[in-house]
């Protein structure tokens, strides 16, 4: 062995922070050579394959693991050599390690090679026989033929050969046991560090049957033993002589990454409704996390509720797929047709309870009494389930959830009282999926990657083809533009990669790729048509051949009780959008909008349009413009208009603040001076989200992406009085366009869905930078001149009184936590019209910018490209001052 055999292993892996073993531990010699085969759920489900040579292990990774029929070869990427105590490795690499997951010993024995086995590695073509106990007899690993040269891939194929041990047609039956050859152990149970510890089989010594890293470790040594609540002082339950109506429920902080010291269980954090379970007397009322009353919305859980004694119960309603998996737009589904009876009350704590308060309690005895109170109702209410939760390792859990394609885990102290509101016991940890989808394709606007085409191969086979599953939109910063458009340009093709009715229609600007390339997505997980939601752009993966990529299905969720969920009388489906009486431009189809579940997506937001425009159509709106619109929002504190009941109804009000319960899909950003965190919307699916919720203006601050303290634009607005006409407006903003040319500024135009105009200055962000106040005094002075010269033309004082007849010049919209409406937002106005970015060749007589709404402005965007040199046209604030100080 040479002496640096191991180096490539060792270089990967940092041993402070895995439990993998580093190739110290003197192995006893064996009269046979071993083999291993390692099941490892990482970024996707392989397994590793293991043979024992010269005193370590020659490894593969097997993308679909070894199959015992003749016909079928398994592509086997060869890896680094691995330490032979490595065989005896079972439990959980850290999630951010190399090959972090969980590794499962699926089958170990010895393997006796045909010949020697130095010259068939060499050759490319090693013969050997397996004798274990899954796998056994002869076999064959095969370089692929670009790689017997000695090229950089060294891909080979695992092939069974035709004998007594062979199955023909087999359907990788072998495959599906769950449990370890070892331990006798799933991937979930190893993961989570139950069960007994696997046998010992290369070094004779037995691991702990966790396996897992924890942070909180002092020695270096075996995971700690699954925390023991501890209670400093006995605590007791208050006596009460009534109920209250309605408990301010605690709320969880988001964090990172989840707790991995002792003393916190972990549950996961479902995809549904917070309600809150008061019975009293036999009756049973559900309320929201703000106390509203949703008893008729939830009626088949609040009649099973009532068999309850007095009790105030803390869950989720949730609605589960048919593997018993949350599924929040099947939920959403089921309130919208007034079906409730297959949704479920996922208990998770216990406030009140036969005339005792328990909230003074530790969480583990709250819990303790909940198990108890529900399980004595066993049958009585199938709808009420009792939440468990796990006492190991926070980042185990997590990832336990993440692979199962959960939304993530709820931490929470098991010594904390309940404290209404959001504080530190309680904490939340999210994940999205991952996974690895074929490029088949792109759009493009002139230079710009709009959004890649999506595939994965599905079914065996002759049935087996390349399918679209929808497009990868958001992702692609500049660093990434200049290495991945090259690439997609080398595998342009003039014909669809994707099999006949499973590809995107043809539309303008698309692409066609060949089905080269891979790429590492990061998604919310698969719609009901099959299709990725809320992809996001990883990376392209080198190192996995295209023909491997295969659509992966989620493991069914364990614990909890959400693996066998009530039988359901009608199918939950996504809501659709219900086809109006009159004809519409309203697009039909699913209520989801890139994975965003829309409710109620007929409702009218402007109701008064012929026909009227309405909340799905706002929501394809914003995805139709989200591309070019979001370079404009994203990374500033953005404020909306809400007009949940359109834009003539009654509740109607501006949001400067993230509230509780806001979707993930939005960003929350601390301000300093300010304690309550402000909306931020950093990614096209934001737009969606808040489309959602009813927002019909956006309004971001005009800082430097990422700087609040910084000024990132200079907006000048001409507000016109009503006896104005709007070809002064035009001559306006010409005139102060004019002066700021003048200073080497570069200005841009835009309407603002009104009467006005905004004429916009991008600035650069560096150490010279002035201050808010500073750009503030600069565009009242730009402002001051030009009314100075023109008074009967315009004004720069608000009072109304002084501005009949004239232009008022708004320079105040230069100010910190100032806000000017986003270019290509909506407006809470009659027409439903748009701030409209658009070019100075268009401002001149005869721009009407009522022509401008969310029903034409995607094409008018498309065809006009207003805009496209507003990032490099950014210039210095502080030169244009110094040059206006000398004017």
């Known amino acids: 062995m040479r002496k640096d055999s ?62 015992l029929d003749p016909a079928v070869k398994r592509l086997a990427v060869e890896v680094e050599d691995h330490p032979l105590d490595y ?44 004798v274990g106990e899954r796998v056994e007899g002869s076999w064959v690993l095969v370089r ?75 020695d270096g040594g075996e995971a700690a033993a699954p925390a023991k609540s501890t209670t400093k002082a006995p605590v007791k339950a208050k006596k009460v002589s009534s109920m209250p109506n309605f408990v301010e429920p605690q709320l969880a ?13 972990h549950e996961v954090k479902f995809d549904g409704y917070r309600l809150q379970l008061r019975v009293e007397d036999g009756e049973a009322q559900l309320r929201t996390r703000k106390g509203l009353d949703w008893t008729k919305k939830f009626s088949a859980i609040a009649r099973q509720g009532e068999s309850l004694p007095d009790c105030i119960l803390d869950g989720e309603a949730v609605a589960l797929d048919k593997h018993g998996a949350p599924d929040f737009a099947a939920l ?9 009876e297959d949704l479920i009350f996922f208990a998770f704590d216990l406030l009140f309870l036969e005339g005792e308060d328990l909230r003074p309690l530790p969480l583990s005895e709250r819990k303790a009494r909940l198990k108890t109170l529900l399980e004595g109702m066993k049958g009585k209410h199938p709808g009420l389930r009792f939440v468990d939760h796990f006492e190991t390792a926070g980042d185990a859990v997590l990832q336990s959830a993440c692979r199962m394609h959960l939304e993530g885990i709820v931490s929470k102290e098991l010594d904390a009282p309940y404290r209404s509101g959001r504080g530190g016991s309680w904490t939340k940890a999210k994940c999205r999926a991952g996974h690895e989808v074929i490029i088949g394709g792109w759009t493009s606007e002139g230079r710009r990657l709009r959004s890649l085409l999506a595939g994965v191969h599905r079914g065996e ?78 990376g392209l993966r080198g190192d996995k051949p295209a023909e491997e990529v295969e659509a992966e299905v989620a493991a069914d969720p364990e614990k909890v009780e959400m693996a066998k969920p009530a039988p359901s009388k009608s199918k939950s489906r996504p809501a659709k959008a219900r086809t109006p009486a009159t004809k519409t431009t309203v697009p039909s189809g699913p209520a989801i909008v890139m994975g965003v579940s829309i ?17 799905i159509e706002l929501a394809r709106y914003y995805e139709a413009v989200g591309d070019w619109m979001i370079d404009h929002i994203a990374g500033r504190p953005c404020s909306i208009v809400r007009t949940p009941d359109g834009i003539t109804g009654k509740q109607n009000f501006f949001q400067r603040h993230a509230m509780p319960g806001s979707s993930h899909l939005l960003s929350e950003v601390k301000v300093s001076g300010d304690k309550k965190p402000y909306l931020q919307i950093d990614r096209v699916e934001g737009l969606i989200a808040v489309a959602q919720m009813g927002a019909t203006e956006l309004h971001p601050w005009n800082c430097q992406p990422g700087n609040p303290e910084l000024p990132g634009r200079l907006v000048f607005d001409l507000d016109p009085a009503p006896d104005v006409g709007f070809g002064a407006v035009i001559a306006g903003a010409r005139e102060i366009a004019a002066r700021l040319r003048k200073l080497d500024l570069v200005p841009f135009c835009k309407t603002t869905g009104g009467k006005g105009l905004h004429v916009v200055v991008p600035l650069t ?56 409406v986003a270019p290509l937002s909506s407006r809470a106005r009659p027409g439903a019209t748009v701030s409209m970015p658009i070019e100075w060749t268009q401002v001149k007589k005869g721009l009407d910018p009522m022509k401008y709404t969310v029903r034409t402005a995607p094409a008018l965007l498309k065809r006009s490209k207003p805009w496209k040199d507003y990032a490099k046209s950014a210039r210095p604030l502080r030169a244009a001052i110094e040059k206006l100080v000398k004017s």
């Open 6 to 67: 191991l180096a490539p292993y060792r270089a990967k892996r940092d041993f402070s922070l895995t439990e993998e073993p580093s190739g110290k531990t003197s192995i006893p010699k064996s009269k046979q050579l071993r083999f291993v085969i390692q099941r490892h759920d990482a970024t996707r489900l392989h397994y590793d394959f293991r043979l024992e040579l010269d005193g370590t292990f020659k490894s593969w990774a097997v993308t679909k693991g070894p199959s």
């Open 87 to 130: 065989g005896d490795f079972e439990g959980t690499i850290p999630e951010g390690q190399y090959g972090g997951g969980t590794v499962q010993l699926w089958d170990r024995g010895y393997w006796i090679p045909e010949g020697d086995p130095h010259d068939g590695l060499k050759r490319g073509d090693l013969k050997f026989s397996l």
């Open 144 to 218: 692929m033929k670009w790689d017997r040269k000695g090229g950089k891939r060294t891909n080979w194929l695992l092939i069974k050969h035709r004998d007594a041990a062979a199955h023909e047609g087999d359907d990788d039956k072998i495959l599906k046991d769950p449990k370890s050859i070892a331990s006798g152990r799933t991937l979930k149970e190893i993961a989570l560090g139950t069960g007994k510890a696997p046998k010992p089989f290369m070094t004779g010594k037995k691991r702990s049957a966790g396996a897992v890293w924890q942070s909180n470790r002092k």
């Open 253 to 265: 902080k988001l964090v990172e990454r989840a707790p991995a010291a002792a003393g916190w269980a």
């Open 332 to 340: 959403q589904a089921a309130l919208s047709e007034d079906k409730s």
């Open 461 to 538: 086979g002759k049935s087996r083809k390349l399918v679209y599953v929808g497009r990868v939109g958001t992702g692609f910063g500049e660093s990434v533009m200049r290495t991945l458009v090259p690439k997609l340009r080398e595998v342009e093709s003039k014909t669809s990669p994707f099999a006949a009715g499973a590809s995107p229609p043809k539309e303008a600007n698309m692409h066609w790729a060949r089905p080269d390339l891979v790429a590492e997505i990061e998604f919310a997980g698969w719609t009901g048509a099959g299709n990725v939601r809320q992809a996001a752009f990883k």
């Open 599 to 615: 409710s109620h997506p007929d409702k009218p937001l402007w109701p008064d349009e012929k026909p009227p425009v309405t909340k």
């Open 765 to 820: 962000d560096d150490r010279k930078s002035p201050d808010w106040d500073t750009a503030k005094t600069f565009a009242k002075e730009i402002c001051r001149k030009v009314a100075e010269d023109e008074p009967e033309l315009y004004v720069i004082n608000m009072a109304k009184k002084e501005r009949t007849g004239r232009i008022f010049l708004d320079y105040l919209r230069n100010d910190r936590t100032s806000t000017a």
